[in-house]
Nanobody
Framework: VQLQASGGGLVQAGGSLRLSCAAS????????MGWYRRAPGKQRELVAA???????NYTDSVKGRFTISRDNARNTVYLQMSSLKPEDTAVYYC????????????WGQGTLVTVSS
């Protein structure tokens, strides 16, 4: 499975960005798709994830500001980010997880989001 992420960039605090990640290849259904981020000097953290049934979950710091969605027909996951803060600055990585018949995890190349104050 190959993941191609896009949509990062520079935005002022309070602004919005939308990230997209398209999955291609592979022979099995993707159970979870999500976004992680790694801020400078910090460990990678889960930002949001969504199941194949479109059930989302979010890390507390982005609840109410970010929305994850998924188009299963296109194998694409989106992250709509609003009310961005400087602390959201990070490299965002797309992730796909397949649980069956064997566990597989895939990562995109990362896209930089920079929020200026």
């Amino acid at each position: 499975v190959q993941l191609q992420a896009s949509g990062g960039g520079l935005v002022q605090a309070g602004g919005s960005l939308r990230l997209s990640c398209a999955a291609s290849g592979g022979s099995f259904s993707i159970n979870y798709m999500g976004w992680y981020r790694r801020a400078p000097g910090k460990q990678r953290e889960l930002v949001a994830a969504i199941t194949s049934g479109s059930i989302p979950n979010y890390t507390d710091s982005v609840k109410g500001r970010f929305t994850i969605s998924r188009d299963n027909a296109r194998n694409t996951v989106y992250l709509q980010m609003s009310s961005l803060k400087p602390e959201d600055t990070a490299v965002y990585y797309c992730n796909a997880r397949i649980d069956s018949p064997i566990f597989q995890m895939y990562w995109g190349q990362g896209t930089l989001v920079t929020v200026s104050s």
